[in-house]
């Protein structure tokens, strides 16, 4: 049997949610999976409701279609909580993972008919503290690998210095700050 | 041994394109195809490859100075989608019909009326009749094989045809996936040189390209193209089976995946193939025998061995991500049930137009079309051969 993980994120143009799901998807290729990533596409704007999707599996990947029945939801941006329904079909044993400074018990109210486990970070502060600036898609990506346990942690730090490394060849100087971010959000979430 | 990556469809074009490194690419961006020159152009500057980039103000320019290069004796590529290949339209004829093995990478996207980026097949559909091959991908990995493939088909000899390779626009274009790549050296070495035999910058050989053709020659030469075409037939087969002695991944006019003992199938083209093997294989677990068969070459239309593979089944659903509003059904279901006629006992057929402007296909929605297939060939009455999939009415 596979081990077929599904992973939606919301987020909203120009967060870079797309972005952190290509990441993940990155990510789980390096460490040996089968993997998805997609956006779904519509008008692009800055602002709007934006969803990017992951598989990661043991097995090769065949369905192309999105996801509506998810192990995992990431929302990059708390203001999407009154507008999408971000749990519809999210998985009673799987869990809900929001960027925002609330703790769980204050956002609560805003995630109704959904009884799985709830996760805040504040992606925000921490993108600020590592980065100088608010890219919440690292934080977010660190925060759904713990939570999620897709991959080995230290593996997953691995590949992501990896892909850090190639993908800021120019700009080596941001990469300590993109592993510290991740580093950091994955002891955060977890408590 | 191939190698391990991960990369959209868009980016498994454009490294087709770096390990073949083609004389010439003309191209004008258009979303979702605008990636293929995008990255393409990186690799020109980077000086991977040595090809003439041409930017161009149009698609329709674009097509023509593929046909000039071509013409000229050098091998051109490029890409498009959806209003691109539309503009290109005239001269898709003129590239065909002047026997010019260009390739061109089509990434399905609706044509505008409304206006829609998503994927849907009413471009590629829109230019079945102008002469070209055509070959359709589930995925990323297949949209790389065929784009490698079609050098070798469309440049040989008893061909001399352009080819397109199309893949579904965001769906496989844009998504992640992962792929085996071959080794640059293999598959340099396995479309080879192109050598044509008859090319305008041959000094010792002057031809003509484009000439005035009269109703003395005209019919002649429209049957000489299509007897390229029916040779296209042998000549794909072959490619394919050579691909997969050097690839490990086989090529045929289409896939016939649990097909042997199947007693329903759907026929469907691109990515919602690779949903309804899913879908095959839950339902083949219940005990239910249902069947796909993907069809890969559209142009020329594998008309007999579809029916020699769908001659067994007692229903048949054929999918179309495109309404070319004869009133009849879509157009692979047209020609589909056209080829089961002559069958003795031929199977009851349904159209499905789905999918339209990127409407999402979901398994459950594959689902739903077995049943319904299961349940005529138990004897319940067909009803409307001509349906629309999960459509508002």
Redesign the interface.
Known sequence: MSNLTEIRWHGRGGQGAKTAS?LL??AA?NTGN??????E?GPERMGAPITAYNRISSA???????I?EPDFVVVVDETLLSTVDVTAGLKAEGAIIINTPKSVDEIKSKIRGYSGRMFTIDARKISEETLGRNFPNTPMLGAVVKVSGVMEEKAFLDAMEGSFKHKFATKPEVISGNMAALKEAMQEVAK | MGIRD?LSGNEAIANAMKQINPDVMPAFPIT?STEIPQYFSQFVANGEVDTEFVTVESEHSAMSACIGSEAAGARTVTATSSAGLALMHEVLYVAASSRLPITLACVNRALTGPIN??ADHGDSMGARDSGWIQIYSE?NQEAYDNFIQAFRIGEHPDVQLPVMVCQ?G???S?????IELIETEKVKNFVGDYCPENYMLNPNETIAHGPYDSPVYYMEHKRQQLEAMKNAKEVILSVGKEFGEMSGRFYDFFEAYKLEDAEVAIVVLN??A??A??VVDAMREEGKKVGLLKLRIFRPFPGEEIAQALKNVKAVAVMDRHEGFSTIGGPVFSEVRTVLYDLPNPPKTISYVYGLG?R????IHIESIYNELLAVKDGKDQGEAYRYLGVRE
């Open positions: 290509l998807a990155d290729f089968y993997v998805q990533g997609f956006p596409y090769p990947l065949r369905v192309h279609s999105n509506y | 991960r979702p980026i998503n995925n579904d965001f769906i496989t844009h998504g992640v996936e992962n990515s919602t690779g949903t093997k899913d990127g999402d296909v979901r398994t």
